[in-house]
């Protein structure tokens, strides 16, 4: 059974950094296109950073960034400990929202409805 766990959420001032993580299990990290999403009050959910799946025998190393979102935003994994990490610096009121972990077949930024496998979501407040 797939199964997303996120954790990491919380208040945090505008200038901060935090650092959400995602615990996988039911299945092995590589063989899922992987990332992060993240819905703000009143907007649609929308990608912000995605790990493709195994390609054969090749792992792909490069992610895929929201592009407003690169130099401020890293996805990492430890694909051992079936995490996905991703640190948020310099963050930004407009950053609020619920972030969220999920897998799929493909890594879409802009479709997030192609994703199959969903966490619970981590709430993320900026805020002075």
């Known amino acids: 059974q797939v199964q997303l766990v996120e954790s990491g959420g919380g208040l945090v001032q505008p200038g901060g950094s935090l650092r959400l993580s995602c615990a996988a299990s039911g299945f092995t990290l590589e063989d899922y296109a992987i990332g992060w999403l993240r819905q703000a009050p009143g907007k649609e959910r929308e990608g912000v950073s995605c790990f493709s799946r195994r390609d054969g025998t090749t792992v792909p190393d490069n992610p895929y960034y929201k592009d407003s979102l690169k130099g401020r935003f890293t996805i990492y994994r430890h694909s051992a400990k079936k995490m996905v990490y991703l640190q948020m610096n310099s963050l930004k009121p407009e950053d609020t929202g619920v972030y969220y972990c999920?897998?799929?077949?493909?890594?879409?930024?802009?479709?997030?409805?192609?994703?199959?496998?969903w966490g619970q979501g981590t709430q993320v407040t900026v805020s002075s």
């Open positions: 999920a897998g799929g077949s493909i890594c879409a930024l802009r479709m997030p409805s192609l994703y199959n496998y």
